[in-house]
């Protein structure tokens, strides 16, 4: 009979935290009690980063059992988020995130200057693009179901600082986007009313400087409303985002087919034929476009909310981008369809081409109302991403404990969505769009180029078992020549030479790596799912990452590079030591700590190793059968840990 942890009582002195990881002893940290015992530890932080960087997690850490919390009587309760969605609200999820309101202005922008006519093709390599990288994270989120989504991926391969480093890149980059994407949601709701300058719905702050003094008061209403919305419930986020992407879903289809009923033929070949930028402009147009696919990354965040995640999510997460780039190659057809590219406008393409073929004013409004569902859709699953992620960084000790609490009603990160709710007000209410805008390109692109790395590494490489040096040296290989492919590009110098001997030299890196560095085995299940053509797939998204990263602002760089060092050195001072005090105490405390499973057919117990549960010195457990099971029951009492 398998065996369910329900109630621990536990003798103590103080509450548990950490999300049921551990005891008041452990959340204090031995680094953190005294200035003499920090200062001790600083002194160490050299020794200590050597032993906790490279260190690495496993499915237990990153997706562990129900955590406890005190019910009636000291009983502590087992409490998780649960898996009440399935693969079609994952699905709907995923189109929700991915679907805001950038393709009503990235079409425009890249038809207009780029890509011509052939915008379609820009977003059908876009499309490609984006889903080599889901397929990335699709592998991982059905062998480590965690709501952790990259940061647990990459704690799991490249290890704690790999992991780190990635998580709060990706969480400046969540709080910058939302924080945009609710200020753009003021701009579109005052085109709806017929106002011209979005200003006028704003606040002018007269003592703050330019790009930063106009208060944005529905975008933080926004943000609270939806705060307030992911903390109730995610099932209920769930179906409420549901009615809002079919809906949006709907009102995209009535502009598509207004576009094939009212648009021309001749307008894909007029004036200059259907690509006159050339395959360059097809290229630049799809680096433009590519970012109006950002989103699904966030699906990856609710494995452990999903019913059979091996199932749901590779179904959601891929299932989302192929029904996404179709809606968008249909939305871009439909637009050139209606006028040629050089009338095209780029602020307000679609409503601007529908206003002047067809002479509908609510034309307009419509368009309008489309971009306010899409931005309430795509900031619902972005937000619930955000604070799952935080949830989970703290779970890893890299955190306050604080953080990483389910609320024991709501089963959902209560704490986590509120403090990251109010950052992203905060930001929302005084930064204007244009002021951060490239962060936001950098950030994504650098996680989704590290998650494929470390899903070759986790195919090739077993701790303990297999070197790792020869997949690092691959992968630092496919890089090089992946950066300096980019550079000759963007130099201008040798594009057709650089471009094939790049990819000529990173075909023949991957079949000598195939050849020579086997695949490693991992106790699998019949469920268990893979991504196809690999390292070729991880190869391709390590390249196109690289080259789209090479299409971003030196000024975006530069601020990526400053928000950077300011997270390692939070990092060397603070969630290194809480790490390594963490590591610590599972060693002094669990080496011998056992797990108890009762085997009533042979009226035995069975005993495991648990490595991740602290308890005192006595502490009484209580194990049941698993659900369908009979009643039977026992107790076992634990007098000594050590």
């Known amino acids: ?239 409420v985002n549901l009615v809002i992407t079919i809906f949006h879903v709907a009102l995209m289809g009535f502009v598509v087919a207004i576009g094939f009923a009212k648009g021309s033929v001749r307008n894909l070949i007029q004036p200059d034929g259907f690509a006159p930028f050339g395959a360059k402009g097809v290229w630049n147009g799809a680096a433009l476009v590519y970012f109006s696919y950002i989103g699904y990354d966030a699906v990856s965040t609710m494995a452990e909310e999903v019913r059979l995640p091996s199932k749901a999510m590779p179904r959601g997460i891929a299932g989302s981008l192929v029904v996404v780039t179709c809606l968008y190659c249909l939305m871009a057809t439909s637009l050139v369809l209606l006028l040629p590219y050089t009338q095209i406008d780029m602020t307000a393409p679609f409503a601007t081409a529908l206003r002047e073929k067809t002479g509908w004013e609510w034309a307009s409004i419509m368009v309008g109302i489309g971009a306010c569902i899409g931005i309430v859709s795509s900031l619902l699953v972005a937000m619930l991403g955000q604070a799952r992620y935080f949830c989970v960084i703290a779970r890893a000790h890299l955190l306050p404990s604080w953080f990483a609490q389910i609320h024991p009603r709501t089963k959902t990160p209560l704490n986590a969505s509120i403090v990251l709710g109010a950052c992203t007000s905060v930001v929302a209410l005084f930064t204007e769009m244009r002021i951060l805008l490239d962060l936001i390109a950098i950030g994504t692109v650098f996680v989704f180029y590290m998650v494929a790395n470390a899903l070759i590494f986790k195919q090739h490489v077993k701790r303990g078992e297999t070197s790792p040096w020869l997949t690092l040296c691959f992968l630092l290989c496919i890089s090089s020549i992946a950066i300096g492919v980019t550079t000759y590009w963007q130099m201008g110098k040798g594009k057709v030479t650089a471009l094939a001997l790049g990819l000529t030299a990173g075909i023949v890196l991957s079949l000598i790596f195939k050849a020579l560095v086997p695949r490693v085995s991992y106790p699998s299940t019949e469920k268990e799912w893979h991504a196809p053509l690999m390292p070729y797939l991880a190869v391709s998204s390590i390249y196109l990452n690289v080259c789209l990263m090479g299409s971003i602002s030196i000024e975006a760089f530069a601020r990526f590079a400053i928000w950077s060092f300011v997270a390692v050195i939070f990092y060397l001072i603070f969630s290194l030591h809480c790490s390594h005090d963490h590591a610590t105490s599972l060693l002094q405390t669990t080496k011998k700590c056992t797990q108890v499973e009762f085997r009533p057919e042979k009226q035995t117990l069975h005993v495991v190793n648990i490595a991740d549960l602290q308890m005192s010195k006595a502490t009484t457990i209580m194990c049941i059968g698993s659900k369908g099971a009979a009643p039977t029951s026992f107790l076992a009492r634990i007098e000594s840990v050590s």
């Open 1 to 239: 009979m398998s065996k369910i942890m329900e109630t621990m009582e536990r003798k103590r002195e103080g509450d548990g935290c950490c999300g049921g990881y551990g005891d008041q002893e452990t959340c204090l940290h031995d680094s953190f009690t005294s200035l003499k015992s920090y200062l001790a530890a600083i002194k160490q932080t050299p020794s200590r980063l050597l032993e906790r960087a490279t260190a690495v997690s496993d499915l237990e850490k990153e997706a562990p059992p129900p955590t406890p919390a005190e019910g009636a009587n000291g009983i502590f309760t087992a409490i998780a988020m649960e898996r009440k969605v399935g693969w079609l609200e994952v699905v709907a999820m995923g189109v929700g995130g991915i679907m805001g309101a950038g393709i009503l202005v990235s079409t425009g922008q890249a038809a207009h200057s780029s890509a011509g006519p052939a915008v379609i093709l820009s977003f059908a390599i876009a499309g490609f693009s984006a889903l080599l990288s889901a397929l990335c994270y699709a592998e991982f989120a059905v062998s480590l179901p965690s709501a952790g989504g990259a940061f647990s991926y990459l704690r799991s391969t490249l290890g704690e600082f790999a992991a780190y480093f990635t998580g709060a890149n990706l969480l400046m980059e969540y709080v910058i986007s939302n924080a945009m994407v609710a200020r753009s949601f003021t701009s579109y709701l005052a085109t709806i009313y017929g106002v011209s300058d979005s200003n006028s719905w704003r606040i002018e702050a007269h003592g703050l400087s330019p790009g930063y003094n106009m208060l944005d008061l529905p975008a933080v209403a926004l943000i609270a409303v939806l705060t307030i919305c992911i903390s109730y419930s995610t099932k209920v986020s769930c179906r």
